[in-house]
């Protein structure tokens, strides 16, 4: 019984915290979206700007009018039980944006 109360706990704090690195990606894209498109420049690592407990950085890479954009994310700070769930594990998102 103990265990499987560990287990739910676990997954839900697990799940919060998928919900706080989605939350905080949307920011990130609305910021990159409203941002002009001739300013649209891309962000290291180094530079990563920090939403809530995660650091975004990106690369953009312009075609013409398009500008691809990947966005990566890692945790800033670790989270106990949640790296085994990869609720915490670096990751991409990939989008475009059109010039008006």
């Known amino acids: 019984?103990?265990?499987?109360?560990g287990y739910v706990?676990?997954?839900v704090r697990a799940g919060d915290l998928r919900t706080e690195r989605a939350a905080a990606l949307q920011?990130?894209?609305?910021n990159l979206k409203?941002?002009?498109?001739d300013e649209l420049r891309t962000v290291t690592e180094v530079d990563?700007?920090?939403?809530?407990?995660?650091?975004?950085?990106?690369?953009v890479?312009?075609?013409?009018?398009?500008?691809?954009?990947?966005?990566?994310?890692?945790?800033?700070r670790p989270f106990p039980g949640?790296?085994?769930?990869?609720?915490v594990?670096?990751?991409t998102f990939s989008f475009s944006i059109v010039s008006p």
Do not use: C
């Not at 019984?1 to 109360?5: D, K, N």
């Not at 990563?48 to 690369?59: I, S």
């Open 89 to 91: 594990a670096p990751d």
């Open 82 to 87: 949640a790296q085994r769930h990869g609720a």
């Open 1 to 5: 019984m103990a265990a499987t109360t």
């Open 48 to 59: 990563a700007v920090t939403v809530g407990g995660f650091q975004f950085w990106w690369t």
């Open 9 to 11: 706990a676990t997954q």
């Open 27 to 30: 920011q990130v894209i609305e």
């Open 34 to 37: 409203a941002t002009p498109f």
């Open 61 to 76: 890479t312009r075609n013409g009018l398009l500008a691809e954009v990947e966005i990566y994310s890692k945790a800033t």
